[in-house]
């Protein structure tokens, strides 16, 4: 709004009105006001919410999802998807589990899974962006390729024995807070993800291809190798959540994390990426994480069943979908409220209800012990 | 047949879309038992016209009349209803379906509340063999060649008692033995009464089956003739035949070397043996009708569908062009033809669409210098005056023209040497058309070697230092700019290529 070229005819102001509305009415303010919500309602259920240590062993929790969610990011802008990174992640970790037994030294095994988790990802990238098959299909089906290959690794038998220079990557701490050390790993490369999205050529050239691949294309875009490189980013960082949730568990089983890639989804979408493409910001993503992590923290800790938890973060994520209509409407501060709008609203205001309803329903048995 | 009562006729027909004429007091008289054929460049109103008969549209005034009555379609279900059938230049059948449902999809006859094959096989059958026609109605859609397709189509017309059958463009993608069978079906159904209204662009294929021809031109109605009393020259003349009446400001620039050398480029399917060249400081008109492989033979230069033989050569070193990157370091760019899809990001801002080919030039390890950006941005839109709330607006939010310029912007900022421009003003007001002819005709006189394809024969006539036509997928004349005419140009986009050389000898 600074180079603005001003063609006299007073649209200037409106503009500038508009610029400072939408900044309000942002998606991620409505993150961040949720979290306050989640964390003054929690401390008031529990009064173990708002201890230090708990929440920094809670956080480790969420990490490999987090490190999961940051290519996914990038994947969910240009308007694909990858189902397989759960998928990569039990098959990088199940390498490494597997070549621990064979008496390979550990580190040597994290590098091959970390070279097993490109290869993964190359596989995709290639698949959508070579050959031109729809990134849906293509994952869905080696989402179940890879969990095949760690049970061939792996069989039925959990690899354990870990040395501690080794578990530390999932289970370590940072001084007195005991600041868990793969969240130190996740901040590291959430700062890269987000600096690259929205400061580098690369991060243009995403939006832009989620926006219109054509149009990205006749403008020069490298589409191809573009798509390509975000597969295999996710490749790595799924091999990377695979070596840190074999440390932080000191044990590797075939079936980690099964179902953990709509989890790592539903948080990218909350976080305002347009599941079609083409919008959202890292920002976002990131506090969406942090929002799931501590409902997930303060239900679990007044023992609330993670179905219900489910439940309610199913609903959290309808609601993400249904929020950003209204505000865009509103925004448009249009006179004649449209039909759907107050369909929207209301259908908004009853899934609010239930929300609520269900919060307190899935607490009454434990309040009442 | 003229001592009879037109079966159809349309009065003083007018329709308009936002402002635009597409048809402007058009009348059309069609009579039992004749093929009439409907002649007009692209863009005269056929389609609007064809679309008002099949109660697509509705006109905003004039009157139809059917069997003399006053009647009113209420939409294309009515029409049908009413024995109007129309067969599109691509078949639209359900392909997994066999002809015999497809004849008879949506009435199927029924016996016990299931479906009676043995009945509606047989009368398929029937009315295949009404039009001569040995196909077995039990041959799935999916395995007929086009030309079977659009037989399947007149049967499917057919049995549903259609008396007006409109037949677009039917042979654009048939084979001449095709086309000839499709004649003789044809002819049968005007002898047995069906009226028939004939689409083509192939002059001599209306010479060969329609009865009479009515022109239009710019959404009017140009005049109706005896196939047997006109000649090609006459129809050409009456398709094309208004003035040139837009200013348009060719300046003459000094013409370089030789920039861009094709020879003998291929597409299989789409163009051949596309030779020519382009020279610095020059404007290539690149004519044809929509569908003739202009736009594929630019999409090829920039690589977004590279040639499968053939050779380009820039600046006299040969080159293979397999990707927009590519083309872009040789200097090339390209303005297509859909600034929807292709041209612009429309949900990225007019600055980000400015700068997507460029970014590389203003980023230092990947980084973007944004304020660079924001400078370079404002400056290229200020320069070609795109009126906007300012250049984070979006791209979606401007008008058609603003949009162009935006895309011009883009590409001029690019610095090209070669720049191809697809239908640089297709539906953008008259102002922003001549400022676009403007900036045309000042990148020429910097040198920059200019491809324009365009459909408007104004447009190439005025612009064009060299005139290029291609007719399906091959040049078919070449004219410099003193020597071109509407109605050379309209020939060579049209008619066989006997006929050009009629038309050229002519001159000579």
């Not at chain 1, 069989?155 to 080794?166: E, H, V």
């Not at chain 2, 030309?147 to 463009?169: G, Y």
Request: aromatic content about 8%; glycine content about 10%; overall charge neutral.
């Amino acid at each position: 709004m600074r180079t603005m070229i001003n063609n006299g005819d007073g649209e200037t102001a409106v503009s500038a009105k508009r610029f400072s509305l939408n900044f309000f009415l942002r998606w991620e303010w409505l993150l961040v006001a949720l979290i306050i919500v989640v964390v003054i309602v929690n401390s008031q259920l529990s009064p173990y919410f708002l201890n230090t240590r708990n929440m920094m062993r809670a956080t480790s929790d969420f990490m490999e999802m987090g490190l999961m969610m940051l290519p996914m990011a990038y994947i969910i802008i240009t308007g694909n998807i990858d189902l397989s990174v759960a998928s990569i992640m039990a098959m990088c970790a199940s390498l490494l589990g597997y070549l621990h037994i064979q008496g390979v030294n550990i580190w040597v095994a994290a590098i091959a899974a970390i070279l097993l988790g490109v290869l993964g990802g190359t596989l995709n990238g290639f698949l959508i962006a070579r050959v031109k098959l729809p990134a849906l299909v293509v994952t869905l089906g080696t989402y179940a390729f890879f969990r095949g290959i760690a049970y061939g690794l792996l069989g039925d038998q959990a690899a354990t024995g870990y040395p501690s220079s080794f578990t530390f990557l999932g289970q370590g701490t940072l001084g007195a807070i005991r600041f868990p050390f793969s969240a130190v790993l996740f901040i590291f490369f959430a700062i890269i993800f987000g600096l690259v999205l929205h400061k580098t050529i690369f991060g243009r050239y995403l939006y832009a291809i989620g926006n219109s691949e054509e149009a990205a294309r006749y403008a020069g875009v490298a589409v191809g190798r573009t798509k390509m490189s975000i597969f295999m980013l996710s490749g790595f960082m799924s091999a990377l959540a695979g070596i840190v949730i074999a440390a932080r568990f000191g044990s590797t089983r075939p079936d980690v994390g099964t179902g953990l890639e709509l989890s790592v989804i539903t948080a990218t979408v909350l976080g305002g990426i347009n599941i079609l493409g083409g919008s959202g910001t890292m920002i976002g993503a990131i506090l969406a994480l942090i929002l799931i992590g501590l409902m997930r923290f303060g239900m679990g800790l007044v023992n609330v069943q993670g179905q219900v938890q489910s439940i309610a973060i199913g609903l959290l994520l309808i609601f993400s979908i249904l929020l950003p209509n209204l505000a865009q409407q509103l925004s448009r501060r249009s006179i004649q409220i449209r039909r759907s709008t107050v369909l929207s609203t209301a259908t908004m205001l009853v899934l609010l209800g239930f929300f609520i309803w269900f919060f307190f329903w899935s607490r009454a048995a434990i309040l009442s012990q | 047949m003229s001592e009879q009562n037109p079966m159809m006729q349309m009065r003083d027909i007018s329709k308009s879309f936002g402002g635009v004429h597409a048809l402007n007091h058009v009348q059309m008289e069609v009579y039992a038992g004749e093929v009439h054929a409907l002649l007009g460049e692209n863009g005269a109103g056929k389609s609007t016209l064809i679309k008002t008969m099949t109660g697509v549209y509705q006109p905003d005034s004039g009157e139809i009349y059917l069997h003399g009555e006053l009647i009113r379609f209420a939409g294309p279900r009515d029409a049908q209803q009413h024995g109007i059938g129309a067969i599109y230049q691509e078949p639209s059948l359900f392909p997994d379906l066999d002809i015999a449902e497809n004849i008879m999809a949506g009435r199927q006859p029924m016996r016990n509340g299931r479906i009676d094959w043995r009945s509606m096989h047989r009368e398929a059958r029937n009315v295949l063999q009404q039009l001569g026609v040995g196909l077995d109605p039990r041959i799935k859609a999916r395995n007929l060649s086009v030309a079977q397709q659009q037989t399947v189509e007149i049967a499917r017309a057919l049995s549903l008692n259609a008396k007006l059958l409109i037949m677009d463009e039917p042979t654009s993608s048939l084979t001449l033995t095709e086309v000839e069978e499709l004649f003789r079906i044809i002819r049968q159904l005007r002898d047995t009464g069906t009226a028939i209204i004939f689409i083509s662009h192939r002059l001599e294929e209306l010479f060969a089956v329609a009865d009479r021809v009515t022109i239009l031109r710019d959404g009017q109605y140009v005049g109706t003739r005896e196939m047997s009393g006109v000649q090609t020259e006459d129809l050409i003349q009456m398709m094309v035949g208004r003035q040139i009446d837009e200013l348009f400001p060719k300046q003459e620039a000094a013409i370089g070397e030789t920039l861009l050398e094709v020879a003998d480029l291929t597409v299989s399917g789409k163009f051949e043996n596309v030779t020519f060249s382009l020279r610095a400081g020059e404007i290539l008109g690149l004519a044809g009708l929509i569908g003739a492989g202009r736009t594929d033979v630019a999409r090829s230069l920039f690589g977004i569908q590279p040639a499968q033989s053939g050779t380009i050569k820039v600046n006299g070193h040969a080159v293979t062009i397999r990707s927009p990157q590519q083309a872009m370091e040789l200097g090339l760019g390209f303005v297509p033809e859909d600034r929807q899809h292709h041209g612009l990001v429309l949900p990225m801002s007019i600055a980000d669409n400015i700068t997507l080919p460029i970014l590389p030039r203003y980023a230092t390890a990947g980084w973007v210098r944004e304020q660079e950006t924001k400078r370079v941005a404002a400056a290229a839109a200020k320069k070609l005056e795109v009126k906007s709330a300012g250049i984070t607006q979006k791209a979606k939010e401007l008008s058609g023209g603003n949009q162009q310029k935006v895309v011009l912007a883009k590409w001029l900022e690019t610095g090209p040497r070669i720049l191809i421009l697809d239908e640089p003003t297709r539906g953008i007001d008259v102002g922003t058309k001549a400022a676009v002819h403007q900036l045309m005709s000042d990148l020429a006189s910097q040198g920059v070697a200019i491809l324009m394809i365009s459909s408007e024969l104004p447009e190439i006539l005025g612009m064009s230092d060299r005139i290029l036509v291609m007719r399906e997928g091959h040049i078919t004349g070449e004219f410099m700019r003193a020597e071109a005419t509407q109605e050379k140009l309209m020939a060579a986009a049209t008619a066989s290529a006997t006929a050009v050389a009629t038309a050229q000898g002519e001159e000579n």
